[in-house]
């Protein structure tokens, strides 16, 4: 399987993340219809089958990302975590 990038899953998050908060202060087909959408992304790209495993991949992809030497997502370039 081809590992999506960590800011992909991080970028991927903060909508999910946004989507539920938005969902659950104003419930409506809009808001509905993002947290359908972002949540079938994330299945997709962490190959999974429902959204408590993509999270726990997504997790760990950032995990791995973090370890490997590469910088957070909007660090500096030049920056190591």
Same mark, same amino acid.
């Given at each position: 399987? =081809?590992?999506?990038?960590?800011? #992909? #899953? *991080?970028?991927?998050?903060? *909508?999910?993340?946004?989507? *539920? =908060?938005?969902?659950?202060?104003?419930?409506?087909?809009?808001? &509905?219809r993002e947290?359908?959408? #972002?949540?079938?992304?994330?299945?997709? =790209?962490?190959?999974?089958? &429902?959204i408590a495993?993509?999270?726990?991949?997504?997790?760990?992809?950032?995990? &791995?990302?973090?370890?490997?030497? *590469?910088?957070?997502?909007?660090?500096?370039?030049?920056?190591?975590?």
């Open positions: 399987m =081809i590992m999506p990038s960590g800011v #992909v #899953v *991080r970028t991927l998050l903060a *909508r999910y993340a946004a989507a *539920r =908060i938005e969902h659950a202060e104003k419930p409506g087909p809009a808001t &509905s947290l359908a959408d #972002v949540t079938y992304t994330l299945c997709v =790209i962490t190959n999974s089958c &429902s495993a993509a999270l726990a991949l997504a997790d760990s992809v950032l995990q &791995s990302a973090e370890g490997a030497g *590469r910088p957070p997502a909007g660090a500096p370039a030049g920056a190591a975590s």
